[in-house]
């Protein structure tokens, strides 16, 4: 059983920060990679950032200098820090797990609101 919790999510003024959290418990899963995913009002999900357990990082090109994720390995915990904001990225961000075998996320939280309004 694994269990995915986010938190950190909010209200912000655009140009404003705010930094998501995500742990992942459980057992018998093996991480290869954490990601951030977003999904806003009639859009399709998309995949924000990830990082692997080596530390390599990616991120979808319209957060790239704004948004930095990290994380730690050995307790399977990653963080997004959001910085400049836009009404844009309004959002439920969802972290997801990616087992090392494995090409697609297997392990999803429930998300947390991100709105980004004056």
């Known amino acids: 059983?694994?269990?995915?919790?986010?938190?950190?999510?909010?209200?912000?003024?655009?140009?404003?920060?705010?930094?998501?959290s995500c742990a992942a418990v459980g057992s018998s899963f093996s991480v290869g990679s954490m990601g951030w995913h977003r999904q806003a009002p009639g859009k399709q999900r998309e995949l924000v950032a990830a990082i692997t357990t080596a530390g390599i990082t990616n991120y979808?090109?319209?957060?790239?200098?704004?948004?930095?994720?990290?994380?730690?390995?050995?307790?399977?915990?990653?963080?997004?820090?959001?910085?400049?904001?836009?009404?844009?990225?309004?959002?439920?961000?969802?972290?997801?797990?990616?087992?090392?075998?494995r090409a697609s996320y297997d392990y999803w939280g429930q998300g947390t609101q991100v709105t980004v309004s004056s």
């Open 1 to 20: 059983q694994v269990r995915v919790v986010e938190s950190g999510g909010g209200l912000v003024q655009p140009g404003g920060s705010l930094n998501l």
């Open 60 to 101: 979808a090109p319209s957060v790239k200098g704004r948004f930095a994720i990290s994380g730690d390995s050995a307790t399977n915990t990653v963080f997004l820090q959001m910085n400049s904001l836009k009404p844009e990225d309004t959002a439920v961000y969802y972290c997801a797990i990616r087992q090392w075998f």
